[in-house]
Antibody, heavy 119, light 107 residues
Framework: QVQLVQSGAEVKKPGASVNVSCKASGFTFTNHYITWVRQAPGQGLEWMGWISPYNGNTYYLQNLQGRITMTTDTSTSTAYMELRSLRSDDTALYFC????????????WGQGTMVIVSS | DIQMTQSPSSLSASVGDRVTIACRASQAISRFLNWYQQKPGKAPKVLIYGATTLQSGVPSRFSGSGSGTDFTLTINSLQPEDFATYYCQQSFSTPRTFGQGTKVEIK
């Protein structure tokens, strides 16, 4: 079964860091980019960037550069997204998704990880 | 960055209605346009890619059209399970960008 399973909800204080994991199964991990998308409460979808598990190449949204790092562990088919210096406006539901180049599409999504930033 | 603008932001419709959602790109994106459906607290689900191609398993009452800057998602004969928020997303360039969403509510 093709799926992405994300880690559980997190509550962090402002200024802290969060690391969200996304474990892939049912497909060849290195054949697809993994992308991250977030959704603040009641808001739309914001694409954050992506990573190639094949070679580690990344692309980050400009306004997140310096605070975000995406990595992968090909031995466990797991992608990670670390966001540092958290602010209240980073409170959101964070999704990982598989990017399939043939269709140019985010076709398989994780269930989402809620990150709450609050003092 | 390419800005995606959807209209309307929300609409009310009845079961059986035909619903049309528009999406406009700030520059020409050929047919590099995808549509997703999202229900509260759930991950988005792919409906259409390449502006017009129905994703496998998606009911045929969903259809997409358009190219360049103007695109449309149409739902023929709206069903109870179709009440959700719909997003367009351009795949022409990075950063990938989404429209702000259109919420389809029950009248």
């Amino acid at each position: 079964q093709v799926q992405l399973v994300q880690s559980g909800a997190e509550v962090k204080k402002p200024g802290a860091s969060v690391n969200v994991s996304c474990k892939a199964s049912g497909f060849t991990f290195t054949n697809h980019y993994i992308t991250w998308v977030r959704q603040a409460p009641g808001q739309g979808l914001e694409w954050m960037g992506w990573i190639s598990p094949y070679n580690g190449n990344t692309y980050y949204l400009q306004n997140l550069q310096g605070r975000i790092t995406m990595t992968t562990d090909t031995s466990t088919s797991t992608a990670y997204m670390e966001l540092r210096s958290l602010r209240s406006d980073d409170t959101a539901l964070y999704f990982c998704a598989r990017y399939t180049k043939v269709t140019d599409l985010f076709d398989i999504w994780g269930q989402g990880t809620m990150v709450i930033v609050s003092s | 960055d390419i800005q995606m603008t959807q209209s309307p932001s929300s609409l009310s419709a009845s079961v059986g209605d035909r619903v049309t959602i528009a999406c406009r790109a700030s520059q020409a994106i050929s047919r590099f346009l995808n549509w997703y459906q999202q229900k509260p607290g759930k991950a988005p689900k792919v409906l259409i890619y390449g502006a017009t191609t129905l994703q496998s398993g998606v009911p045929s009452r969903f259809s997409g059209s358009g190219s360049g800057t103007d695109f449309t998602l149409t739902i023929n004969s709206l069903q109870p399970e179709d009440f959700a928020t719909y997003y367009c997303q351009q795949s022409f360039s990075t950063p990938r960008t989404f429209g702000q969403g259109t919420k389809v509510e029950i009248k």
